[in-house]
């Protein structure tokens, strides 16, 4: 069974940053994708950013040129740098794995979720 193991997060001022980081537990080779997912109260979970085992992305809109996801597949992590941090981007965020190649959903494995708050 593979186990997805966050860190990070925490409170932040906005347009501060936060770092974000998942390392998984089992070898690698069986995930192509991992990513981060997030969720806001009262908000349906949305993906984040995708990174491929062969490092293409993928980033929702309003993250892009803020967010940047990278991956580490000899130490099976992968990190999300969260720049420029705006209240809207608080929210529960999770680590995410897939043993398929889309980098739009990923739904195999799951992290326990961090909290990221960011105050205004």
């Known amino acids: 069974q593979v186990q997805l193991v966050e860190s990070g997060g925490g409170f932040v001022q906005a347009g501060g940053s936060l770092r974000l980081a998942c390392a998984a537990s089992k070898n690698i080779f069986r995930i192509n994708t991992m990513g981060w997912y997030r969720q806001a109260p009262g908000k349906q979970r949305e993906l984040v950013a995708a990174?491929?085992?062969?490092?293409?992305?993928n980033y929702v809109d309003s993250v892009k040129g803020r967010f940047t996801i990278s991956r580490d597949n000899a130490k099976n992590t992968v990190a999300l740098q969260m720049n420029s941090l705006k209240p809207e981007d608080t929210a529960v965020y999770y680590c995410?794995?897939?043993?398929?190649?889309?980098?739009?959903?990923?739904?195999?494995?799951w992290g326990q979720g961090t909290q990221v708050t960011v105050s205004s």
């Open positions: 995410a794995a897939d043993r398929g190649f889309s980098l739009f959903v990923l739904n195999d494995y």
């Open positions: 990174i491929s085992s062969g490092g293409r992305t």
